[in-house]
């Protein structure tokens, strides 16, 4: 949420954007009955941003994020 805020959405848009990327990826994983690794394989692009983003999440904690 931080982070969309960083980008200029106020804190309701950047919950909602949080929220909807995890309804997203929950019904990825349900409707395909695949690991997260998995999905996580099937959209991230070597050297993309989403790959880039998840290396930045793990190399601070998600938690902290």
Known sequence: ID????YGFNDCEAKE???ETAKG?????EKNN???GEIISS???KGGTT???L?????KGIEDI
């Open 3 to 6: 982070s969309a805020r960083a």
């Open 17 to 19: 954007i949080v929220m």
């Open 25 to 29: 990826a929950i019904t990825l994983i």
């Open 34 to 36: 695949l690991s997260s």
């Open 43 to 45: 959209i991230a692009s």
């Open 51 to 53: 790959e880039q983003g």
């Open 55 to 59: 290396s930045e999440m793990n190399r």
